[in-house]
């Protein structure tokens, strides 16, 4: 009797579910685009962003208040396509990008490595900068090149384009026989710069703009080895769907930072947060779905 | 495609089966060489919280209480990243397992020592009236009575441990949440379908352990069934 009522709580609760999803589907399969009407009708955007610390793109002052390349140029969109307010959320960097999945944040306003990797689930705005990874490392190990990262103790946070990066490293050493002595995971760059200078690790694979800023501030310690494979552009993160029509916010968006571009707004933000000129592709030619 | 067939590619679980499987077993060996300590660590607590040495028994008691009183994941935290800055550098695998032995020994100590004491003193005084030594006392009367009343609260601990083991993901162990995470961040395809995954992986260990250790408390207690049979 009593296994009997478990059974059936069992098939109830997984239909119950089951349909939750079905309705799920049919809510994304309609192909629907959040429009940048909607965002203007609710107020403003609504958005899910890591927690500061990817300076100079993304960072906060001492004060607790949002800094820095990413904060600027959404401003400046912002007053382009008349949005008058962003409502940001922070999360860590795990959360980022399925929040975004989830339909709980219109889109990633950080500068995010553009990969071939994160292409097949996402769509990613015109390039507002570099995001290349590159090798940092302590200036005991000698590593000066990629080549040189065979045989040492490598860290890279997860999901990140570093990780991307080591992965497709490691597959072209093995192929040659050889490997890395550890590729090690860490959930916060912060921990993975720990443990470089705790030598439990020989070297980490990074974004150029964090380890750009961390070596103004504490230097000697550390040393940027160069890149680590193909220079990568950082971009935006819209959802595909939202790439699709004319008033759909990805391509609203893409629309603003044109502007912005041809205008030098663009630029002007480069030398202010990087104190150079940073190579964009094209935008005529960009492909912002694959 | 769209994103519900993207969260549930089942494709992302199938490439990864090697790496999945590396990490189950990772868990279960973090988990094992945790609860180890862990039972040393508990019996020495409930051995020692009794003691007449007084320093001992203090010990022990601000042990455990600085140990229920702070989260785990500082303990870990403190334990990968704080000592090196003493000079005491444990691996990850070791540093994770100390915390979760270290953290969980507090709690089995209490459990331990909590049931030796709800064995009836007349149980005691009547082993030794029939001429029992001390030691025959705690091994033959008071212990074989205590086990089977701190078997759920210990099991519930192991299962604890395992969940637990989870955290070693912060502190760079390759176990199982680590692994499926690792999958997941790549394209973050399929994190639906390889969450239900891991999620399903721990509650069959786990399962498997309430039904054994419900297995074993009734064995372990049927002098008591017989006699109420009386």
């Known amino acids: ?38 965002v203007r009708n609710r107020g403003g ?10 300076e100079p793109y993304w960072f906060a002052d001492d004060k607790g208040n949002f800094q820095g390349m990413d904060y600027d140029l959404l401003v400046e969109v912002n007053k382009t396509l008349n949005v008058p307010k962003t409502n940001y959320t922070t999360v860590a960097w795990a959360g980022v990008l399925p929040a975004l999945q989830a339909g709980k944040s219109d889109f990633t306003p950080e500068a995010i490595a553009v990969t071939e990797q994160r292409k097949k689930t996402f769509a990613f705005s015109y390039p507002e900068g570099d995001n290349s990874i590159v090798i940092m490392t302590r200036p005991d190990t000698g590593i000066k090149s990629p080549s040189d990262l065979v045989g040492k ?44 200078g705790n030598k439990r690790l020989d070297a980490v694979l990074l974004n150029v703009a964090p380890v750009v800023a961390y ?44 502007i912005l571009k041809d205008n030098g707004t663009i630029k002007k933000l480069q030398m202010k947060w990087f104190d150079q000129e940073m190579q964009l592709p094209d935008y005529a030619s960009w492909k912002s779905v694959d | 495609m769209n994103q519900l067939e993207a969260m549930f590619d089942l494709s992302q679980v199938w490439n990864n089966t090697g790496a999945l499987a590396m990490g189950a077993a990772t868990t279960l060996l973090l988990s094992l060489t945790a609860i180890a300590l862990a039972a040393v660590i508990g019996v020495f607590l409930a051995i020692v919280r009794s003691s007449p040495l007084w320093p001992l028994a203090w010990g022990s008691r601000v042990y455990v209480e600085v140990i229920r009183g702070t989260p785990l994941l500082v303990q870990m935290y403190i334990l990968y990243y704080g000592l090196p800055s003493l000079g005491i550098t444990f691996s990850a695998f070791t540093a994770a397992a100390l915390a979760l032995a270290i953290n969980s020994g507090a709690y089995v100590g209490e459990i331990l020592r909590s049931a030796i004491q709800s064995v009836g003193r ?66 973050y395809r399929g994190f639906g379908i390889l969450f239900l995954v891991l999620a399903a992986f721990y509650l069959c260990v786990t399962g498997a352990l309430a039904l054994l250790s419900r297995r074993l408390e009734r064995r372990l207690t049927r002098y008591r069934a017989r006699v109420s049979h009386v």
């Open chain 1, 153 to 196: 103790v490598i860290g890279v946070e997860t999901g990140s384009a570093g990780e991307a990066t080591a992965i497709a490293l490691r597959k072209k050493f093995q192929a040659e026989g050889k490997d890395f002595k550890t590729l090690k995971n860490y959930e916060h760059n912060v921990d993975e710069l720990l443990d470089l």
């Open chain 1, 215 to 258: 070596m103004k501030k504490h230097p000697g310690r550390f040393l940027n080895a160069g890149l680590a494979s193909t220079p990568l552009y950082a971009a935006w993160v819209f959802r595909k769907e939202d790439m699709g029509g004319p008033d759909c916010i990805g391509t609203q968006v893409n629309k603003a930072l044109k």
């Open chain 2, 122 to 187: 007349s149980q005691r005084e009547s082993a030794i009236a029939v001429g029992m030594s001390k030691l025959a006392t705690q091994t033959r009367i008071v212990f074989p009575q205590a086990f089977p009343i701190a078997l759920p609260a210990l099991v519930g601990e192991i299962i604890d441990i395992i969940k637990w083991s989870s955290l070693g993901t912060i502190v760079v162990v390759p176990e199982a949440t680590q692994v499926v995470y690792r999958i997941v961040s790549q394209s």
């Open chain 1, 1 to 38: 009797m009593k296994a009997k009522t478990a059974q059936t709580a069992i098939i109830v609760l997984s239909c119950l579910f089951l349909s939750g999803l079905a309705k799920c589907a049919e809510a994304q399969t309609s192909g629907k685009c959040v429009t940048i009407q909607d």
């Open chain 1, 45 to 54: 955007w609504t958005i899910v962003t890591q927690i500061p610390g990817f």
